[in-house]
T-cell receptor, first 110, second 116 residues
Framework: QKEVEQNSGPLSVPEGAIASLNCTYSDRGSQSFFWYRQYSGKSPELIMSIYSNGDKEDGRFTAQLNKASQYVSLLIRDSQPSDSATYLCAVESGYSTLTFGKGTMLLVSP | GAGVSQSPSNKVTEKGKDVELRCDPISGHTALYWYRQSLGQGLEFLIYFQGNSAPDKSGLPSDRFSAERTGGSVSTLTIQRTQQEDSAVYLC??????????????FGPGTRLLVL
């Protein structure tokens, strides 16, 4: 059973702070990793994808991947109240499917 | 361009009735996925279609659930003899598959199913 684990939260940060979201996965052979953001009552939308070890930056978002330790993280700099949402980690599970974590709820207070 | 569309957006049905949920993927996307998300839960994989290959049905929770994809495009998820535990949001996603590598999945708005 391939698993993706996330802390359910909520993770509370003040506006302007850095939010750090973490995810671990069980399938050592996974090659593709994704972070999705899901607002309450809405469908998931892609934030970042990462395929190689190291950091990948896109605006205020940085995804970090460490395949040896089987974890992937998402950093959100200068957090805004509009970033308040549930963040889903998704890991390629082979045969072109994804296994999703249950998500971490992020709350950014003004 | 148009994203993934799903219909109906909401469906209320009585226990024991059959329901059909429709998904229209992004044009050109060969892969189509169905997920279920219960209140406060993560995404539960149901079924995956890729081109003309046999679908991956490994996530379907029971034989009351079935899906088809006609002409490599539109997909229908059918739930027979609905039960109250089937109440959830059913999400459809589509993606490209490039060289066997999982590309980004784009989600539709979902169908909210309530079984009374």
């Amino acid at each position: 059973q391939k698993e993706v684990e996330q802390n359910s939260g909520p993770l509370s940060v003040p506006e302007g702070a850095i939010a750090s979201l973490n995810c671990t996965y069980s399938d050592r052979g996974s090659q593709s990793f994704f972070w999705y953001r899901q607002y309450s009552g809405k469908s998931p939308e892609l934030i970042m994808s990462i395929y190689s070890n190291g950091d990948k930056e896109d605006g205020r978002f940085t995804a970090q991947l460490n395949k040896a330790s089987q974890y992937v993280s998402l950093l959100i700099r200068d957090s805004q109240p509009s970033d308040s949402a549930t963040y889903l980690c998704a890991v390629e599970s082979g045969y072109s499917t994804l296994t999703f974590g249950k998500g971490t709820m992020l709350l950014v207070s003004p | 361009g148009a994203g993934v569309s799903q219909s109906p957006s909401n469906k209320v049905t009585e226990k024991g009735k059959d329901v059909e949920l429709r998904c229209d993927p992004i044009s050109g996307h060969t892969a189509l996925y169905w997920y279920r998300q219960s209140l406060g839960q993560g995404l539960e994989f149901l079924i995956y279609f890729q081109g003309n290959s046999a679908p991956d049905k490994s996530g379907l929770p029971s034989d009351r659930f079935s899906a088809e994809r006609t002409g490599g495009s539109v997909s229908t998820l059918t739930i027979q003899r609905t039960q109250q535990e089937d109440s959830a949001v059913y999400l459809c996603a589509s993606s490209l598959i490039a060289g066997g590598v999982q590309e980004t999945q784009y989600f539709g708005p979902g169908t909210r199913l309530l079984v009374l």
